[in-house]
């Protein structure tokens, strides 16, 4: 097996007297796409950051493409494609300069810029906006056009913090497939998302991160194996009568959890667990059968309470 393109031992973040990364090991493998899943506040982005070379560590180790980010920054900066949270784009330029002018950045020749900027446009599917401005575009269209951006330099690793966060369901997949295809290409992938589904659709392995530490690292496919069951039997009933049957209910799977609003019962098994809910005579007032996914995990891991 080759090094990993990224390898964090004891890796540790402070803001004065905030605890942002608390001392986490994980690696990352060339031509994987990997994640970084937890809720706001965990830490994903201050791990980003010090991997993009744009934070200070305060602890622990960290070497990126062989290099080392305290000491090598502008090196490696060099290396990496960056698609930040929130679009930077200059809204008054086109989209085709737009383009251009990040490639000068990076020193690229002008003929070089101008190659990638072809295929780009056709990459991040703006072949027909390149002449216009971007405060023309709608949200997936900037989006598209902030990863095309983070390409122009042929990146070893691309970084990206929150890809689709405010994209409607259609621009999304748009989005997954421009990544997907990236990774066919055996570019390295850097994600975090707070999108359940998001993460199980692109990350080969992830980690969660809850509170400045690793909860659980894995596949989507082992997380779900490990800290779940294979299948969801949710059933609501009216309000006042969930607390009286809890009991009831916390018999009739390996794991019962017992919401506001509705009863969670994790199963091998869903046919048989709606059986044996009719047997005790119980009658939701809904009823859903479905697959157990990361969502589950990631809730179990890092809880249902909001952190202010």
């Known amino acids: 097996m080759p090094d990993p393109l990224i390898t964090a031992t004891g890796l540790t973040k402070h803001f004065d007297d905030t605890v942002a990364v608390d001392g986490i090991d994980f690696h990352v493998n060339q031509g994987e796409s990997f994640g970084f899943l937890g809720p706001n506040g965990a830490g994903k982005t201050s791990a ?3 991997i993009g070379a744009t934070s200070p560590i305060t602890g622990g180790d960290l070497e990126v493409l062989g290099l080392n980010p305290e000491t090598d920054g502008p090196a490696l900066r ?22 251009a ?17 072809e295929e780009l446009l056709d990459f991040a599917q703006l072949r027909e906006k390149a002449d216009s401005r971007v405060e023309a575009l709608s949200g997936g269209m900037k989006r598209r056009l902030t990863i095309a951006r983070g390409l122009i330099n042929e990146p070893e690793m691309l970084i990206l913090d929150e890809p689709t966060t405010g994209l409607d369901p259609q621009a ?5 497939d421009r990544l997907y295809r990236l990774k066919q290409q055996g ?3 850097l994600i975090t998302t707070h999108y359940m ?14 509170k400045g530490k690793i909860v659980a690292e894995g596949s989507p496919r082992s997380l779900i194996k490990d800290h779940s069951r294979p299948e969801v039997v949710e059933v609501r ?3 006042g009568v969930l607390e009286e049957i809890a009991p009831r209910l916390e018999s009739l799977a390996p794991r019962v959890e017992i919401l506001a609003d509705r009863a969670l019962l994790y199963t091998d098994d869903a046919n048989a667990t709606i059986e044996k809910i009719h047997a005790e005579g119980l009658e939701p007032e ?3 059968e479905r697959r157990s996914t990361l969502e589950d995990v990631f809730l179990r891991l890092t809880g249902r309470t909001l952190d202010d």
Do not use: K, S
Not at 101 to 117: K, N
Not at 172 to 176: A, P, T
């Open 48 to 50: 980003m950051r010090m």
């Open 78 to 99: 060099a290396r990496l494609g960056v698609v930040p949270q929130e679009d930077n784009l200059d809204q008054e330029l086109t989209v085709r300069e737009n383009l």
């Open 101 to 117: 002018m990040y490639g000068r950045y990076f020193g690229l020749h002008r003929t070089v810029i101008d190659e990638r900027i």
């Open 172 to 176: 999304r997949h748009v989005l997954w």
């Open 187 to 189: 570019v390295t992938l």
């Open 197 to 210: 589904d998001e993460a199980e659709q692109l990350c080969d392995r992830l980690v969660i991160m809850d």
């Open 237 to 239: 009933f009216p309000v």
């Open 286 to 288: 809904a009823l859903l």
